[in-house]
């Protein structure tokens, strides 16, 4: 069925609504809970702001994509744009570092009670004994926290899985030179 330009182009402003219009309900779905997902990541930590417009542009071009596939007579399937559950790669990662999920919820929910609870007080003291070097640490310690999670996340992604059979540093011999 022909969609009208104009409400193609106008509904290609609100992420998913454009892809709904057409008919595509998963692809739009997974547009706008990506969308609202963005921004519930952006209200707990402001950097990832930078999701938003990724997002949006997306949503907005993938409208007239699909648009034109469908004048053309090669209309895409409607399918969910993540499929978590299918990609068995991903779910390998995940099931292998569960873990790691449990600790980046437990890592945002330390970083909303510091800014919520704990840091205005700390800095009303800080400024009470007119300590400066307190001020700069307690302003900085979400991004140090930040800093030094991106960089132990780094550092496991880069060593990657050990080999069935590998020593534990334990096991491995001391080097003793030219022997």
């Known amino acids: ?17 454009g892809q709904m219009y057409q008919g595509y309900m998963k692809r739009g779905l997974s547009l706008a809970i990506l969308l609202a997902a963005s921004v519930v990541l952006t209200w707990l930590f402001s950097p990832l702001g930078m ?33 978590l559950g299918e990609d068995q790669a991903l779910m390998r990662l995940v099931k292998g570092r569960s873990t790691l999920v449990g600790w980046v919820l ?5 970083y909303m009670l510091y800014t919520n609870f704990v840091r205005d007080p700390l ?7 007119e300590l ?10 979400p991004q140090l926290v930040a ?3 991106l960089l132990a996340v780094g550092v496991w992604l880069v060593r990657g899985p050990r080999p069935a059979g590998y020593p534990d540093r334990d ?3 001391p080097y003793r030179g030219g022997e």
């Open 147 to 149: 800093a030094l999670a």
């Open 171 to 173: 096991e491995i011999p």
């Open 51 to 83: 999701l938003i417009p990724v997002v949006w542009m997306y949503s907005f071009f993938d409208t007239f994509n699909i648009h034109y596939q469908c004048m053309m007579g090669d209309p895409p399937a409607d399918e969910y744009l993540l499929r």
């Open 132 to 141: 400066e070097w307190l001020l700069r640490l307690l302003y900085g310690i």
């Open 1 to 17: 069925m022909k969609k009208n330009g104009l409400f193609v182009f106008c509904f290609a402003f609100v992420p998913g609504a």
């Open 123 to 129: 800095l009303d003291l800080a400024r009470q004994l």
């Open 106 to 110: 437990v890592a945002l929910g330390a």
